[in-house]
């Protein structure tokens, strides 16, 4: 049963307190020590900081320790805030109870134990929290009761009892469940470790080495997933991972800044987050491509084209090689050359460590002369002098010459091979005139994922143990094999919705995007149950489906409060200062949507009108109003959404419906559409 706010009080004094009084007053005393428990951990481990210098043998061994220790600091911050555990679970007496039978367990963000070292809050990705999120009535999993906390700015509120011994489970009628989803949000996306649902909780258990693909309608807690079960792989692998690391890939700054204190809030401070082209800004981007140049560049026929234009650098006229030594002289065969370098390049490695390896041969066939000649094993002084000999540097540039990744895009994008591309493909990505050196050339962004192919090409990357690839629609084939490189040894957690594919290159099947990550084999899992975007708003966004020209499940939501608004107006600016008015009235963040070339003119209405506003990059900013560009929405949460004429973001690009499915599906409370021109006429009806 639920205990709300308002009778927590016992107003007459000689009446004894309740028993559900005395519950929660209990509770709020396991809260108190808890948080003072976690105080002294972070204590220790401040006073271990402090100190570790003195007690490492050496200068690396300090530096180490000490950043050993600072992040363990880091990971026991505690935010008075937020509540330290959000669950309890009460293990009956039953064979499915197992070792923990007559246990009772509070399960929360982290790990936090006495001074004996006993667990007072389990960290909800222990195994035997598992149960907390996956136990029903009809499974209780040995859970005899299953209780809910209630929670206002870090103060025990209120608690919620499901029975599951008895049969008894709330399930979506839960009023603290429902709460905590609903609750209004201001400033960075939050994480949602007490409101995991089983599908998704199996989704974030997902074991390190499975590689998954989740085709997520809006709403249903996609990005959530991702990053909970990046914790959850660094918890249950932390030194593997700690080694090969964990990176977050998004599709903006913007959204990067959104997610960024998910992570942290539980206890994960040292996960990389980047964007694609953050990823492979290797070169300075001077200069754009048209749209049509742009899609060339990123399709997967890049791929071959560099490939080809790599290996046909191969192979020059073999002669024999003849090595000055002192007063001796080496000599080695055109045969034996032509040989070695045939066995090289049939080893299908990177180019550059070929063209090492090669080297390494030849220097080695010499050491053999030298020894059977001097009886002696040469130093690594004369192995580097003769890797370096003229004749072996001259033979090395005529068979396998040495090229950087920037030059060979060079050399296609100033005279593109014939072959794997159309004659107008090709004037599509010449350059006009070549650059007069590689430090002057106009490089444009889609340029940046021929430079890394050929850098991949060339060199092998470092892997990353796990990747999360969040809105992976708008990922194109030569982003995919970038992202590919970087996870060759690891595994992918891909996140996306084909509907809200807005980039021209989007995809329209996952097998396809997967193929490219090298990831061909994993599992496409939908999620179609939104949790976030009430029922009103998610049956207006899905009239748009039938014209995006895509094969998924339209999104149902659990949701049937909030609001949705649709009004023709004939003053844009006013309706829309008008509409933020009543918004700001409610609790929770407002975001106002608008083509992306509207965007200064909506800010100087709200600004005139003296209402503060901010952009989406300004995610630390105290006003509760953004100005967002329909661009850059994709992945953002608003409670209070105004979209501003819709029809302009329609018209705005190619993939106009796609991108006004996106900006429809921000909503998490109530969605105000104002326009002046006639809606989408599939929206119309």
Same mark, same amino acid.
């Given at each position: 049963?639920?205990?709300?706010?308002?009778?927590?009080? /016992?107003?007459?004094?000689?009446?004894p307190?309740?028993?559900?009084?005395?519950d929660?007053g209990?509770?709020?005393?396991?809260?108190?020590?808890?948080?003072?428990?976690?105080?002294?951990?972070r204590?220790?481990?401040?006073?271990?900081?402090?100190?570790? +210098?003195?007690v490492?043998?050496d200068a690396y061994?300090a530096?180490?320790l000490?950043?050993?220790l600072?992040?363990?600091?880091?990971?026991l911050?505690?935010? $008075?805030?937020?509540?330290?555990?959000? #669950?309890?679970l009460?293990?009956?007496? #039953? $064979?499915?109870a197992?070792?923990h039978?007559g246990?009772?367990?509070?399960?929360?963000?982290r790990?936090?134990?006495?001074?004996?070292?006993e667990p007072?809050?389990l960290?909800?990705r222990a195994p035997?929290?598992?149960?907390?999120?996956?136990?029903s009535?009809?499974?209780?999993?040995g859970i005899a009761v299953r209780r809910?906390? #209630?929670?206002?700015?870090g103060l025990?509120?209120?608690?919620?009892?499901?029975?599951?011994?008895? +049969?008894?489970?709330?399930g979506?009628?839960?009023?603290?469940l429902?709460?905590?989803? !609903?609750?209004?949000?201001? *400033?960075?996306?939050?994480?949602i470790?007490?409101?995991?649902q089983?599908?998704?909780? !199996?989704l974030v258990r997902?074991?390190?080495?499975?590689?998954?693909?989740v085709?997520?309608?809006p709403?249903?807690? =996609?990005t959530?997933? +991702?990053l909970?079960?990046?914790a959850?792989?660094?918890?249950l692998?932390? !030194?593997?991972?700690?080694r090969s *690391?964990?990176l977050v890939?998004g599709? /903006?700054?913007?959204?990067?800044?959104?997610?960024s204190?998910?992570?942290?809030a539980?206890?994960?401070?040292?996960?990389e987050?980047?964007t694609?082209?953050?990823?492979i800004?290797?070169?300075?981007?001077r200069a754009?491509?048209s749209?049509?140049?742009?899609?060339?560049k990123?399709?997967a026929?890049?791929?071959?084209?560099?490939?080809?234009?790599l290996?046909a650098?191969?192979?020059g006229?073999? !002669?024999?090689?003849?090595?000055?030594?002192?007063?001796?002289?080496?000599r080695? *065969?055109?045969e034996v050359?032509?040989?070695?370098?045939?066995?090289?390049?049939?080893?299908?490695l990177?180019?550059?460590t070929?063209?090492?390896?090669?080297?390494?041969?030849v220097v080695?066939?010499l050491?053999r002369?030298s020894?059977?000649r001097r009886?002696d094993?040469?130093?690594d002084?004369?192995?580097?002098?003769?890797? =370096?000999a =003229?004749?072996?540097?001259?033979?090395?540039d005529?068979?396998?010459p040495a090229?950087?990744p920037e030059?060979?895009?060079?050399e296609?994008l100033?005279?593109?091979?014939?072959?794997?591309l159309?004659?107008?493909e090709?004037?599509?990505?010449?350059w006009p005139?070549a650059?007069?050196s590689?430090?002057?050339?106009k490089w444009t962004?889609?340029?940046?994922?021929?430079?890394?192919?050929a850098a991949g090409l060339i060199e092998r990357?470092p892997s990353?143990?796990h990747?999360v690839?969040d809105?992976?629609?708008?990922?194109?084939?030569?982003?995919?094999?970038?992202?590919a490189?970087?996870?060759?040894h #690891?595994?992918?957690?891909?996140? *996306?919705?084909?509907a809200?594919?807005?980039a $021209?290159w989007? &995809?329209?099947?996952?097998r396809?995007?997967l193929?490219?990550?090298?990831k061909p084999?994993?599992?496409?899992?939908?999620?179609?149950?939104g949790?976030r975007v009430?029922?009103?708003?998610?049956?207006f966004a899905?009239?748009?489906?039938?014209?995006l020209?895509?094969?998924?499940?339209?999104a149902?939501?659990?949701?049937?409060?909030g609001?949705?608004?649709?009004?023709?107006?004939?003053?844009l600016?006013? &309706?829309?200062v008008?509409?933020?008015?009543?918004?700001?009235r409610?609790?929770?963040?407002v975001?106002?949507?608008?083509?992306?070339?509207?965007?200064a003119?909506?800010?100087?209405?709200?600004?005139a009108?003296?209402?503060e506003?901010a952009?989406?990059?300004?995610v630390?900013?105290?006003?509760?109003?953004?100005?967002? $560009?329909?661009?850059?929405?994709?992945?953002?949460?608003?409670d209070?959404?105004v979209?501003?004429?819709?029809?302009?973001i329609?018209e705005a690009e190619?993939?106009g419906?796609?991108r006004l499915?996106v900006?429809?599906?921000?909503?998490v409370?109530r969605?105000?559409?104002l326009?002046t021109a006639?809606?989408?006429?599939v929206?119309?009806?």
């Amino acid at each position: 049963m639920t205990l709300p706010a308002d009778h927590l009080v /016992n107003t007459d004094a000689t009446e004894p307190a309740s028993d559900l009084e005395t519950d929660l007053g209990a509770e709020r005393d396991h809260l108190t020590a808890s948080r003072a428990a976690l105080r002294r951990m972070r204590d220790r481990a401040e006073a271990l900081f402090s100190t570790g +210098g003195n007690v490492a043998g050496d200068a690396y061994t300090a530096e180490t320790l000490g950043r050993t220790l600072a992040r363990r600091v880091a990971e026991l911050a505690d935010d $008075p805030d937020t509540p330290l555990f959000f #669950g309890r679970l009460d293990f009956g007496s #039953g $064979p499915a109870a197992e070792d923990h039978a007559g246990h009772r367990y509070h399960v929360g963000r982290r790990h936090v134990t006495d001074d004996d070292g006993e667990p007072m809050v389990l960290d909800w990705r222990a195994p035997v929290s598992r149960a907390f999120y996956r136990a029903s009535a009809r499974e209780p999993q040995g859970i005899a009761v299953r209780r809910r906390f #209630g929670f206002a700015a870090g103060l025990l509120t209120s608690f919620e009892d499901e029975h599951l011994d008895r +049969g008894e489970e709330l399930g979506t009628t839960s009023r603290i469940l429902t709460a905590e989803i !609903e609750r209004p949000r201001v *400033g960075p996306m939050r994480d949602i470790v007490a409101t995991i649902q089983p599908e998704q909780d !199996e989704l974030v258990r997902a074991d390190l080495d499975v590689s998954i693909c989740v085709q997520g309608a809006p709403g249903t807690g =996609k990005t959530a997933v +991702g990053l909970h079960r990046a914790a959850y792989l660094l918890y249950l692998h932390r !030194e593997r991972l700690r080694r090969s *690391g964990v990176l977050v890939v998004g599709p /903006n700054r913007a959204f990067l800044s959104y997610i960024s204190a998910v992570l942290p809030a539980l206890g994960e401070v040292e996960v990389e987050q980047a964007t694609v082209d953050d990823l492979i800004a290797a070169v300075r981007v001077r200069a754009e491509d048209s749209p049509a140049a742009a899609t060339v560049k990123h399709d997967a026929r890049m791929a071959t084209v560099l490939a080809t234009a790599l290996d046909a650098r191969i192979g020059g006229d073999v !002669e024999p090689m003849t090595v000055s030594d002192g007063s001796y002289r080496w000599r080695i *065969g055109a045969e034996v050359l032509r040989r070695l370098v045939a066995d090289v390049r049939a080893e299908n490695l990177p180019y550059g460590t070929a063209r090492e390896r090669i080297r390494a041969r030849v220097v080695s066939l010499l050491q053999r002369q030298s020894e059977a000649r001097r009886g002696d094993s040469p130093n690594d002084a004369w192995l580097r002098r003769m890797g =370096k000999a =003229k004749e072996v540097t001259e033979f090395l540039d005529r068979v396998w010459p040495a090229i950087t990744p920037e030059g060979l895009v060079a050399e296609i994008l100033t005279d593109p091979p014939a072959g794997v591309l159309t004659d107008d493909e090709r004037e599509l990505i010449r350059w006009p005139a070549a650059p007069r050196s590689l430090k002057t050339a106009k490089w444009t962004t889609a340029d940046l994922v021929l430079v890394d192919e050929a850098a991949g090409l060339i060199e092998r990357r470092p892997s990353f143990g796990h990747v999360v690839v969040d809105e992976a629609q708008d990922l194109s084939a030569m982003q995919a094999r970038a992202i590919a490189r970087r996870s060759e040894h #690891g595994s992918i957690t891909l996140l *996306g919705d084909l509907a809200q594919g807005t980039a $021209p290159w989007a &995809a329209a099947d996952w097998r396809d995007t997967l193929r490219h990550l090298g990831k061909p084999d994993a599992e496409v899992v939908p999620l179609t149950i939104g949790f976030r975007v009430p029922a009103a708003v998610v049956a207006f966004a899905n009239r748009l489906l039938p014209a995006l020209a895509v094969d998924v499940p339209a999104a149902r939501s659990l949701r049937n409060d909030g609001g949705l608004t649709i009004e023709q107006v004939a003053d844009l600016d006013a &309706a829309t200062v008008a509409e933020v008015r009543d918004a700001l009235r409610h609790d929770g963040s407002v975001g106002v949507i608008a083509a992306d070339t509207a965007v200064a003119g909506v800010r100087a209405a709200l600004t005139a009108a003296g209402i503060e506003n901010a952009t989406a990059d300004e995610v630390e900013s105290p006003a509760r109003v953004t100005v967002v $560009p329909a661009s850059v929405v994709k992945g953002l949460e608003y409670d209070h959404v105004v979209v501003v004429e819709p029809s302009a973001i329609v018209e705005a690009e190619p993939r106009g419906l796609h991108r006004l499915y996106v900006v429809l599906t921000r909503a998490v409370s109530r969605l105000a559409v104002l326009h002046t021109a006639p809606l989408p006429e599939v929206l119309a009806g």
